[in-house]
Structure formats: C-alpha cells, structure tokens
C-alpha cells in the first residue's frame, strides 16, 4: 500500500489531494515553488520540500527537481494532479525507474493517448466515431491544407501534443489557412514541445461532452456518467454539470458505452476523461482522452458519492476497483463554475493581485474548493483559477437556483483583483443555458 505521495503540483488541487491523503491515512509532502511557500498546502501537508523558483519551467515542470524531492522525502509516489507534468509520460516513465508509483495511467499508455494523432487511430479502430480528419500529422502546410480541402470548410487545427485549451485554431477559408497552421505549429513547439499538427471538420454549434471513466490493471473498467462542459472560452470550461442536460437517453447510454470501449482497447488504467462533441442531430464524435484528474471531477463526485482521488490511488496501488457499472448508481444533478482572477470585460485577461476580501459561500449541498484566503497574493506565473464553486441538488432547476445563491455569497476583492464571478452569475440566468440550448459558441457569441 502507497505510504507518503509527493504532491507535484499547487493550487486548490493540491490540497484538494492532500485532503484524500489525510483521510486514508497517507503521508503528503508538498512540493512547492519559492512563490507558493505560503500556500495552503504547504500548511497542510505533513512535510513540503522547495523545489525551484516561481516560474513552472524551473519548479512544478522541472523533472529531476521533483523526483529528487520524492527521494529526499522518502515518498513512495507522486501525484501530479492537473496540468503540469500530470501527462509528461516521460515523467511517469523516470518516477517508475525511481521506484515511485506514479498515480495515473503507465507511461506507455499516456503517450499514445496524449498523442491526438495516435489517439484517433486507436479509437477509430475500436469503433468509435471521429470528425472527418488527418490520418497522421501532415508535414507541410501544403498536405494539411489539402486535407482541409478534402475534409470541407471550417476546420480545426489542431497540435498533436495539445491539451488544456491551447495549440488550436479555427480556419473558416483555404486563404487563412497557411498563416493559421504556421502560428498553431510555432504554438505547440513552444508550448509543448512538439509542433505536430493534425487537421478536423470543425463544428461551429456543437456540445461538449465528456466521461469519466474508472479502469483497473485488472482489464475492469466502469464509467461515471457524462459531464457537459460546453460553456467556455478560448477552448477553455468556465461552468460544467452533470448529468448532460437535455441529451437523452439513446444519446448518452452508446457515448458511455464508447468511452468504455476505448478505454478497454488502449490498455487505459486510472480515472481518465473521454472527450466527445454531440451536434445538433445527436451524433457524437471522439475528441481526445484526457490522462489525468480533470478540473471538474467534483461533480462526478458529487453525483455518485466516490471520491475520485482515493480511486486513483487504490487503482495505482493495484487494487481491483471492486464494483461494476451496475453498481454506479448517479443521483441528482451538479453543476461547477470556475471562479477565476480574470476580466471578462478585457476578453478574459488575467487579473491577479492580493485578496483583502475573500468570503465563499456555504449552506446544504455547497461545496468550495480553493486555495485562497483574506491575504492570499494571486501569483502571476500561473493559471488564474481561484476556487470552484460546486453544488448539488435533486434536479437542475434547483441546482441552478443554488448555485445562483451560491455566487451571490462570493465575494473577492483587491487591488487588481478582477474575477468572472459577475460573468457566470449572468450566464447562468442566459435563456439558452437555462433550457439547455446551449453550445461551445454561446460565450463567444456573448462577448464579440
């Protein structure tokens, strides 16, 4: 059994993590950099170890430095929650000749699944449907390009390494394409180190769905339900809910089942996120596979009552997951909104600074999950999320109604401080989100 685990990463997923730990009786140590050495998990944890300056490349992104971290402690396993190196499979492959247990999916599997290329292939083979698209990754602007012609207008280059929203643009004419595959490729060199591109048709109005699943290294695989994530910006989730509103049951029943599928025959062992597109015609379309925790797991848990982080850990300790699907049992509805320091009004750009004022909301079936306080100093080096606010209720009038309440209670304020709060009160009161008309465009749309 896993003894002390070595937390790579900060932020409210980091002692989101630590909290799991705690309860099952697990050592934590805290690896931060020299600007998070206040942060809340640093108190928390049993231990904390520095392990660079501020800026990721040099901390929460520099391999050797947190290994060594892990051995200097005595961890016996690392969890690399979120982002970061949480789909590095070169950093899973060194934690395992370390003799840490990485608390996620092997290495090997991680880098097939993390390359979309691959990734398509692989899940085009176990049958699961896919937008018209490259094969492989075009060399040239010129093979893409004649892709693009083949496929039809708009599409969506995509980096072959991508993730997180980045290394994607859209091209609605053959005459902006070269800029376009030029700017993505120079994108997803610089920001994942790997300019491979691949090209897709891509759907103006569509819905994001998505799927957690559960699977063993005992060939065992559940999934929890489908997750709507359709309300972002720049490819980026703002507000999530579980189950998908108004997609019935002949819609999300074969779209589980194909993330179960494709689970099955890429060898996946973890929790994981299949991602999928649903059109206006209720045909899906595979995505990507996401090989980590992802931002809004606490809805999952909020709707079945398992904790997804103990799974990752007894599933990276190779215990079997113990259940069936028939045993997964969802109730209610949940809904998440993304609290973080940007401004809406200047096109979601980043606004940190310190919090004189930090007031988050409570009451039945609310939950909070953030790193900040009264105090806290929003870092520049990083993401902007500041907590998610996570509610639950019986059906999703009065889960909207709560969450309602719920920002209303949240207030966050100081100098420079600027958070989308306002923007998600009033999304949640848009026409179209409140009857569950919504797509991937709506935010888009809301602030041309």
């Known amino acids: 059994m896993i003894k002390k685990v070595l937390i790579a990463n900060r932020g409210e997923i980091a002692l989101r993590v630590a909290r799991t730990c705690r309860e099952l009786g697990i050592a934590t140590v805290a690896a931060h950099s020299s600007a998070d050495r206040d ?117 969506i280059i995509k980096a072959a390494a991508g993730g997180g ?61 489908a997750r709507d994530c359709s309300l972002q910006r720049r490819h980026q989730k703002l507000v999530e809910e579980t189950p998908a509103p108004a997609l019935p049951a002949e819609i999300v029943e074969p779209l589980c089942a194909a993330a179960v599928r494709g689970t099955l025959a890429s060898g996946y062992v973890g929790a994981g996120t299949f991602e999928f597109l649903v059109d206006g015609a209720g045909r899906f379309y595979f995505m990507e596979v996401n090989c980590r925790l992802q931002v809004e797991h606490p809805v999952t848990e909020m709707v079945t009552g398992l904790d997804l982080v103990a799974e990752q850990i007894r599933i990276a300790a190779g215990e079997p ?84 309440r719920a920002l209303d209670e949240l207030h966050a304020d100081g100098p420079g401080v600027v958070t989308t709060t306002g923007f998600l009160r009033e999304l949640l009161d848009h026409p179209r989100f409140v009857a569950a008309e919504h797509d991937t465009v709506l935010i888009e749309s809301l602030t041309r």
């Open 39 to 155: 942060s809340a998990v640093v108190s928390f944890a049993d231990e904390s170890v520095q392990i660079g300056p501020g800026p990721s490349r040099d901390s929460y992104l520099n391999i050797p430095a947190v290994v060594e971290a892990a051995r200097i402690r005595g961890a016996d396993a690392v969890h690399p929650g979120y982002g970061f190196l949480s789909e590095n499979p070169d950093f899973a492959e060194i934690c395992a000749a370390e003799g840490l247990t990485f608390i996620g999916p092997p290495a090997e599997v991680m880098a097939r699944l993390g390359d979309k290329a691959v990734a398509r292939r692989i899940m085009s083979e176990a049958g699961l449907p896919l937008l018209p698209g490259s094969r492989d990754t075009p060399d040239h602007p010129e093979q893409a390009a004649q892709v693009a012609a083949e496929i039809g207008y708009p599409v």
């Open 165 to 225: 929203g980045r290394g994607m643009s859209v091209v609605h004419d053959p005459d902006g394409f070269e800029r376009a595959y030029r700017h993505t490729r120079s994108t997803a060199q610089a920001v994942f180190g790997d300019g491979r591109l691949y090209v897709e048709r891509y759907l103006a109005s569509a819905r994001h769905v998505e799927v957690q699943v559960l699977a063993d290294a005992h060939d065992a695989a559940v999934h929890l339900g």
């Open 321 to 404: 997951l113990g259940y069936g699907q028939d045993d997964v049992d969802p109730r209610g509805v949940s809904i998440e909104c993304r609290i973080n320091a940007e401004d809406p009004r200047r096109d979601f750009a980043p606004a940190p600074g310190s919090l004189t004022e930090f007031t988050v909301p409570a009451g039945p079936f609310v939950r909070v999950d953030t790193h900040a306080a009264p105090g806290y100093r929003i870092p520049a080096y990083y993401d902007s999320l500041v907590a998610k606010v996570v509610v639950w209720a019986p059906d999703r009038p009065r889960a909207l109604a709560r969450m309602r």
